[in-house]
């Protein structure tokens, strides 16, 4: 069991179902029919009218093998179950004998039906009689509800336990009893018992029946207190569904918690983002804003130096231009009739050629200048007119 010990089970005796404190005995009703809160941390315990039980020898010590043979030998008598989460069987060493083990496996067949009116998880369930500490070789009888339950122990261990039916004769009931202990006996799973006790006030005529059938001293002794102290491990299907119901439920909480902290986290991230830009941008402004006159200043500046640019630079002055093409213009056979330098970036030039010869001759060298490679040119095909050639071109700065 895991953390701290629970504090009540919830137990069935002959009066119904109940709540037992297991520390102070103190008991609380159990309302049939009620949806009602568990009162703490509880062990659910099981009715042996709820169980099947199948004490057994088996040819291993692997626990592997045995829970796939006590599987085998659950089904072997019919108790199929609907398919489901839970754990519905299971079983407990009692004895070896050599290669061979001494099991008793439990069967939970069927739904609970306590079940349906708690609200709460129980720390663990088990079967009911495991709960109670079994006199030594004994026969043990105690009621549950409307149920006559005989228990066989071997030493201190349950071996196995079976429902009576009370509606015939209490000497039936004991003459049942009695046949299987003879086939327990026969099958060399349990030893001749030393004493048969009963868990209920001392009445004559039940003692006399058992000591007629089993031939061994009764004793008759108050019911027991429970211990919490038990290895087996069962979980009905209808929890197991509720805990994977609740365990989808929160997985899915959290999913859409982190979805939505991840949405936040984003818009967070945008909304820093934006603020920076923003504190950004109104530094620029403001450095824009101390600078306006710094920048108007250069600003004038850079014009004058423009405008002065023509002037002091010598490729881009207008007689050193004029200059640069009167040196490629052929010796003979060519007249330059207009030069114009304009906004000092568009060069124009009109010339008459005498062939087409030299026209073509001086589309190439200015195309090819060294002084004029800062200028972009389009010449169109030079023109025939009566016997000369017109030339004309236009150079646009690069820069």
Known sequence: MKGSPPEWALLIDETGRYWQHLATAERQPFVAGASQRLPGKAIFGIATHDLISCPQWVNSKDPEIISQLVSVEIESLGLHRNAGPGITKDWTPLKSNGTRSLIQAVAVPWALSELDQLMGDFVSFCPQYSLFPPPPDSIVFWKEHRKLVVGYTHENRWIHVQTLDLREQVSHAVREANRTLLELAARNILTPPSQVVVWAPSEGRIQQALEKEFELPVFF???????????????????????????????????????????????????????????????????????????????????????????????????????????????????????????????????????????????????????????????????????????????????
């Open 221 to 399: 002794s108050p019911f027991p207190s429970p211990s919490p102290a038990t290895s087996w491990k069962f979980e009905p299907h209808q929890i197991s569904l509720s805990r994977k119901s609740r365990q989808s439920r929160r997985r899915l909480l959290w999913l859409s918690l982190a979805g939505a902290f991840t949405l936040v986290a984003l818009a967070a991230a945008a909304l820093l983002d934006l603020h920076h830009l923003k504190s950004v941008n109104r530094d620029l402004e403001s450095r824009i804003a101390e600078s306006g006159d710094d920048a108007t200043l250069i600003e004038s500046s850079i014009d004058r130096w423009q405008a002065l640019g023509p002037a002091l630079d010598p490729l881009r002055n207008p007689l050193e231009i004029l200059h640069q093409v009167t040196q490629l213009l052929p010796e003979k056979g060519f007249r330059l009739t207009s030069f114009e330098v304009q906004d000092f970036r568009t060069i124009l030039l009109r010339g008459e050629a005498s062939s087409m010869a030299s026209a073509l001759q001086l589309r190439g060298a200015l195309e090819r200048a060294p002084g004029l490679k800062d200028y972009v040119w389009e010449i169109p095909p030079p023109r025939s007119k009566e016997d000369l050639t017109e030339f004309f071109a236009t150079g646009t700065y690069r820069y």
